[in-house]
Nanobody, 126 residues
């Protein structure tokens, strides 16, 4: 399984970016895709996740109302639309795929995922 994250870049505060993650897809047995981020000298933190079945979504409180996760089953791609970006959103963003059928408690932690992409840098400037 290989995941490919893309779409990062440099954006001014208040701006928008859309990240994409090419996944193996639901037909491979995967149940959910999550986005995490890691800023320098900080732990990797949960951002958002989506279950392929039913499109159930989960968000960290820090991004709720600003970020939207969505999935395209035909393209096996998950998107993270990020609006109203803040300086504190600066980080390397990773997508990950889970082959476990579970709920929020599993999908909001890195250990809930089986495969990870390489990460894409998002830098928000003032």
């Amino acid at each position: 399984v290989q995941l490919q994250a893309s779409g990062g870049g440099l954006v001014q505060a208040g701006g928008s970016l859309r990240l994409s993650c090419a996944t193996s897809g639901h037909t491979s047995g995967a149940h959910a895709v999550g986005w995490f981020r890691q800023a320098p000298r900080k732990d990797r933190e949960f951002v958002a996740a989506i279950r392929w079945s039913g499109g159930v979504t989960y968000y960290a409180d820090s991004v709720k109302g600003r970020f939207t996760i969505s999935g395209n089953n035909d393209k096996n791609t998950v998107y993270l639309q990020m609006n109203g970006l803040k300086l504190e959103d600066t980080a390397v963003y990773y997508c990950a795929e889970s082959f476990s059928l579970a709920g929020r408690n599993l999908y909001i932690v890195p250990t809930g995922y089986d495969y990870w992409g390489q990460g894409t840098q998002v830098t928000v400037s003032s």
